[in-house]
């Protein structure tokens, strides 16, 4: 796994294939993000959903970062990574032109889901402004749930 | 044309065809909707991109009011209404929860493009917030311009 | 409570003081929203941070239902509901142009913080599309969490 | 003026005071931006009311780089740049994942007002994507319309 993080290794997740161990070496992807003015409502604070999108910022940019671009997972190989929930805890409010940080990381993965982990900071003060998780179940063009190809498997830390 | 509209009559429209005229009865159609938290920003009033939304809720209550769901449009037939231009001048803010009204006619039309005006009004005290417009281009599903088909023409005030 | 829901009883509150039991009927408020082509993403099917902004929805006009605008609790007694949490599960997708009801009540709530619940379905056919919570704590006007003053416990469920 | 843009110069602005002519260099900042998924629509395009935001994204970072951030002259000046007026023409469309160039410059201001222009582009292929304005009054914290102090005034080319 080859995942482009800029930060510290996160526990490695192990897959048991065949009788033997293999870890395949999961690290979370940051990228940065600046507050826009669209992004706040009149309690001067961002406003939630937002969030959401800053969480879908964080998975394709942690999916590029591990070298595959998500529009071609997309359009390609007709895997889709549709939502299957979303939760967020806000900690601490971001406020208009913050820089605010991203991290991004695979919390947990099957051939036929992957739920990614998100923490958002304040760059400047590294206050914790949320933390959340989107679960996600791999499906076809049609829409149906399916496994996920063999060749995207290691970009969520799972054997082929 | 038996678009539902509120309000009263606009200009009427003129279409010549094979020397004679035939008059085509446009009218404005009204829609209300209730400012959201969401589409407010720290200044306390509503984020001007949203308006071209509220453009969007005005012109697809056009067409259902004239008896055509812009959804069947598109999936059925293939149509598409690609936007070509949009304009909007803010005339006085507009505040959270206040009840809106969105005012829908079409300006101009032709058998490749279509104008919609809006005015959009706060209703307590009828205060004109914004006025607009957009242009559409006709597309097929490859999303290149083609003509309106003839049944959906009257929608426009066009003649089939 | 005179909630203005259009459904059943849910079960009701029992809030306990001075050692007798007042029951506080909570109802589920119901509003409708149609699908904008504005809260579709390319996948044809409607972006999942947008169900954030029906939930809005949903209790800002359970509130107003209830005898209660959000925008008066806000700016006359300085009442701000900060979202401490947001979870929703996505069952089904909602895709564009359908109408959708948005079924809003209290989960639970005491001084200091208050739960709403959400169900989201297609009204056509009665599907299930996502159901989830907010978690929200009663802040002041400088943001610092607070006891919701007692003239809007009732609101909640709450005795005053 | 020392706008950090990357690129060409524009035709300087010229402003008269006092019977002798200052040239004031402005000059264009560009920005980049990848298209989220949250910014398309079932179209499979970039929605339009989106473009409006990335104008917002290229005229906080012209000020920046013309060395004010928004924020302060906000907070700390109570200079509000209300919308009066936007305009976008949508030449090709945007699609997801593509990395897009907006760049802005000053139209032209005056002590009460200032335009800017937008030029988007789609970066790997030089596409014209769109092209558009937005015209602002400058406001004083009670939105009502003031003149710019002359501090900022270089910010927009103009002679203090």
Not at 33 to 53: F, K, P, S
Not at 74 to 92: H, I, Q, Y
Request: a positive charge; glycine letters at 8%; one cysteine or more.
């Amino acid at each position: 796994m080859t995942a482009g993080g800029a930060e510290g290794r996160l526990p490695a997740k192990r897959t048991r294939s065949g009788g033997y161990n293999r870890r395949v070496e999961i690290k979370a992807h940051e990228i940065r993000h600046r507050v826009l003015y669209a992004e706040t409502d009149q309690m001067g604070v961002v406003y939630y959903a937002n969030y959401l999108i800053w969480m879908e910022m964080g998975r394709v940019e942690y999916c590029r970062a591990a070298g595959v671009r998500y529009r071609d997972m997309e359009k390609e190989d007709g895997v889709l990574l549709t939502v299957a929930e979303a939760n967020c805890r806000f900690l601490s409010p971001a406020y208009y032109d913050e820089e605010i940080a991203i991290r991004t990381w695979v919390g947990r993965a099957h051939a036929r889901m992957v739920q990614f982990n998100y923490e958002m900071r304040n760059i400047a003060d590294a206050r914790l402004l949320a933390a959340g998780y989107t679960k996600h179940v791999f499906c076809d063009r049609s829409m149906k749930p399916s496994k996920l190809p063999a060749r995207y498997r290691p970009l969520f830390g799972l054997e082929t």
